[in-house]
């Protein structure tokens, strides 16, 4: 499956960089090669290629072609995006391709300045399944991306600029505003033990979390969100979600206890607040949507411990994470299969 070859593609290609000591220009034409191959994957598929580009950004697009309005209940960057591709006579497949380009160019240009292992990035990018969001929550995916743009703008003092990523973010979706907790990580910060009594209130408040409780600390421009069928709390009442989520903080503390100096690294602070709001929101229905917001920090903070000083701990963080991106990589797809495959281009029936 193409899906798979492109997996083992890019930690192939990481490992061998790694392997035989690339030079940094190597490094760098791997890492734009593999870019504009992501690029292209997903901006030249067919437009039935995931779920929601193929029901709902189509749907938008086509109501935008005969007229009508999306204002009142689409955010504005989207539907000034739609707008702009008609006025210049694009179809759908434009929305994707500028879509591929606001989501995954930003990321790699983050790659590339923030982390020595490029290319572990990228392949992390692709094997924890934050790549393939871009083929379903198109505008989430494009305001994540402009999210870690004001991260870029904030380390360099260039505030002005982060605010406007930020408004840029809101506009493509709304739920963007939680992010202003992960522009707060910047500058706090805390130790080891700190994060796990962090990971363990959250963790023990969000398992006994109801609606009514919830709703104390929500805005009142979203809690309608809560009283829609498939948004509010889970109805299941079982334990599987609760132990997802204890698995993901007991891997960020392991993480965090191989490599004691990453949590001086902003982007594995910004993990840890992820971790934070996943906990608190384990009995939601989006709480994951909520949580994915700082969630794609893994890819800047998990090189970083894959390389840490001793070789014999580096090469079983590196074993232990390929095992379990492989994992999560078969699972998410195996859930999202009859959308997401079999993959075809464009211009294929």
């Known amino acids: 499956m193409i899906y798979i070859g492109i997996f083992i593609a890019l930690f192939t290609v990481a490992w061998l960089a790694d392997r035989y000591q690339f030079t940094w220009a190597t490094r760098a034409q791997l890492l734009y090669g593999e870019t504009a191959l992501l690029v292209l994957f997903a901006g030249l598929r067919n437009n039935s290629i995931g779920l929601d580009s193929a029901d709902g950004y189509h749907r938008y697009f086509n109501f935008l072609l005969v007229g009508k309005s999306l204002d009142s209940w689409v955010e504005p960057l989207y539907v000034w995006m739609n707008k702009a591709v008609i006025f210049l006579g694009g179809n759908y497949q434009w929305i994707l391709f500028l879509t591929a380009l606001l989501c995954i160019i930003p990321m790699a240009y983050l790659f590339d300045r923030y982390t020595e292992h490029a290319l572990w990035a990228m392949a992390l990018y692709y094997g924890l399944y934050f790549y393939q969001q871009t083929f379903n929550i198109m505008r989430q995916c494009i305001a994540m991306s402009f999210c870690f743009l004001a991260v870029d703008m904030a380390l360099r003092k260039k505030y002005i600029r982060a605010g406007l990523c930020m408004l840029v973010a809101i506009g493509f979706h709304k739920t963007a505003w939680i992010f202003f907790l992960g522009l707060l990580m910047i500058w706090v910060r805390f130790n080891l033990r700190q994060a796990a009594i962090i990971f363990l209130g959250t963790y023990l408040l969000g398992f006994i979390m109801t609606t009514k409780t919830i709703l104390l600390f929500v805005p009142k421009i979203y809690q309608h969100y809560f009283f829609r069928e498939g948004n509010a709390m889970r109805s299941d009442g ?52 909520l949580a994915h917001y700082f969630l794609q920090a893994q890819c800047l903070a998990i090189p970083e411990v894959l390389h840490v000083p001793r070789e014999k701990n580096r090469k079983l963080m590196t074993l232990l994470f390929l095992v379990i991106s492989l994992a999560l990589f078969a699972s998410n797809l195996s859930m999202q299969w009859k959308y997401m495959t079999p993959y075809r281009l464009f211009f294929m029936p």
């Not at 204890?246 to 990453?262: E, H, K, Q, T």
């Open 238 to 289: 079982g334990w599987g979600v609760p132990l997802q989520v204890f698995g993901i903080n007991l891997a960020v503390l392991v993480a965090c206890y191989a490599c004691p100096r990453s949590l001086k690294n902003p982007w594995m602070r910004i993990l840890a607040a992820g971790v934070a709001v996943l906990n608190l929101t384990q009995n939601m229905t989006q709480g994951y949507r």
